[in-house]
């Protein structure tokens, strides 16, 4: 490994000094993904910004209906809640499915959704329940985020600090794991408010995406067989060792069925 320069800032007004001044300078979360990253040649940062002593970058807390949850926070943590397991079950359950005990105690929901991986879990929950991404900037709605692989809203030096759910009335998440390392091979996330339906899924393609008929559909009725008959189509979704295209379709049907029926049973 190259060696680099490492900062541990304990105020956002300091990170933000030190993104903005180091050069070729890196926000540090859990490092599950940008250590070996680092190992692997693949990201050469000058300095690491360790993101770990800001107070105010973790913690979950809920206030007005919505569920706030802190940048920092491990997926532990999130899996563990029992805010998030009263208010917002699914995402503890899909905390509690991510990768394995190591992962998940390192792992954080803000270097998750900062990195989308396209088979990553939190980016469907964060599309489907319509949160928003709180930065050091500004905030940005779960539709202007995600913009395909690993690519986002973020800006140069943008932070993210904290992921905004608000409470669904119903809400579930299935994921056809890899057995080697449960990412998603595909993962849908359903949720309902206000006689809104949303279905996001990640894993099939190159990043998360919604589905429009199956959204229209489960408004109509919100139940499984709403969306039985409902097949994505699989020409721009990822073929690779794990699943074909074709096969990658036909599990976001399946998915988005188990989806619903898991949100049912929040009701
Ligand atoms: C073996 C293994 C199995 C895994 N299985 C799954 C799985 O089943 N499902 C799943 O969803 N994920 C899985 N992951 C990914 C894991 O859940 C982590 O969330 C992910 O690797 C990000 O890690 P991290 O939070 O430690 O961020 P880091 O690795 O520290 O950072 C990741 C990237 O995001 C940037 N970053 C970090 N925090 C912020 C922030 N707050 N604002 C802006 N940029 C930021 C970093 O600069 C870096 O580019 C797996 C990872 C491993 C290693």
Redesign the pocket.
Known sequence: MRSFAFHRPSTLYEMSALLGGVADS???????????TIKQRLAAPAALID?SKIPQ?SGISFKDDVLTIG??TR?VDVAESELVRGKIPLLASLAA????PA?RN???I???V??N?P????PAAVLALDAIVVTDRREIAADAFFRGLFETA?EPG????ALRFPVPSAGGYAKF?SPA????VVGVCAAKKAGKVRVAVTGAGPGVFRVGAMEAALEGSFTPGAVAAIKVSSENLSSDIHADAEYRAHLVTVMAKKAIAAALQTL
């Open positions: 890196m926000p540090l979360a859990g490092g599950m993904t940008l250590l070996p993101l970058m940048a920092m997926h499915g991510i990768g394995d992962v390192r792992g954080t803000g270097g998750s900062a990195n991986d088979s990553a879990d939190y973020l943008e932070i993210i600090t794991k390392s449960r990412y998603a």
